[in-house]
């Protein structure tokens, strides 16, 4: 594991304790999604069951075009179901409409991308304080939060660089903090690891499990790249629209009463004691 991975991994003391979330973040039932009419008409959903609990990494697995994608988009709100009832976080989607599906989205989901979609004019620490931009925060207090996140996730160095000047891996993580740092419920993540070397992959899938799974959040993650298949705790398989079938891979839910530390303040928290610890 890489000195960031080790770092990430040691524990603090809790700063605060409360029941976790019990049942699923994520519930489908029946979910169809239809594209086009007529003899162009394609099915890229086909009644498709699903729940994505808390405290676990959920990857959804299939070949290309099997509708992985799609089923991520209608989870996160981007696209509508033609058919069946999509809940997240306790809330039916069907329900939400407009601006307030937006700031539903905003404030509870967080999402990391196969191609990182940061701005190009923006540095580092810009483009990880974009979600906090665009809840209202004053510029300089975002891009200070967005810094601390940047700087635990092992890119602070580079706050300041242009998307252009940073590695493969460095925009991974700095779309990492970017997801994190209005602290969502769910993250949604597709093809995290498809354009990094192994040895990457591997750091970026141990940050985004450490970060992002916890008693009142939980991870979906598309991805073709079955090196990372042990960070998951479910591996849901898709084909032609459907879930065919679901394994579990025991790596232990968390119950009970637990730390629910905010995860910026955790890994921010991480970051400082480990710095101590080296000094």
Request: one cysteine or more; a neutral charge.
């Amino acid at each position: 594991m890489s000195q960031t991975g080790t770092q990430l991994e040691r524990r603090i003391t809790p700063t605060g304790r409360r029941q976790a979330s019990t049942g699923a973040a994520v519930v489908c039932r029946g979910v169809t999604k239809t594209f086009g009419d007529g003899e162009t008409q394609v099915h890229a959903l086909r009644g498709v069951d699903l729940e994505a609990p808390y405290g676990e990494m959920s990857l959804l697995v299939g070949p290309s075009g099997c509708g992985k994608t799609t089923l991520l988009s209608v989870l996160a709100g981007i696209l509508e179901p033609t058919d069946g009832s999509v809940t997240v976080l306790g809330q039916p989607l069907n329900e939400l409409r407009g601006q307030e599906l937006v700031r539903f989205r905003g404030q509870n989901i967080g999402f990391i991308f196969q191609q990182y979609n940061l701005l190009p004019a923006l540095t580092a620490a810009e483009n990880a304080a974009i979600p906090l931009l665009i809840q209202g925060w004053p510029r300089r207090k975002a891009v200070a939060r967005a810094k601390e996140l940047l700087d635990a996730v092992g890119v602070g160095a580079r706050a300041h660089a242009l998307p252009s000047q940073l590695s493969g891996g460095q925009q991974q993580r700095v779309a990492i903090a970017r997801a994190l740092v209005h602290e969502p419920r769910l993250i949604i993540c597709d093809e995290p690891t498809s354009a990094l070397d192994g040895d990457t992959g591997h750091v970026i899938m141990e940050i985004i499990r450490r970060v992002g799974v916890g008693p009142d959040r939980a991870v979906i993650v598309v991805t073709h790249d079955n090196r990372v298949f042990e960070f998951g705790d479910r591996i849901i398989h898709m084909n032609d629209g459907r879930i065919v079938r679901t394994e579990t891979n025991g790596l232990g839910e968390t119950k009970g009463s637990v730390d629910t530390t905010p995860v910026s303040e955790t890994l921010i928290e991480e970051a400082k004691q480990s710095r101590g610890s080296l000094s």
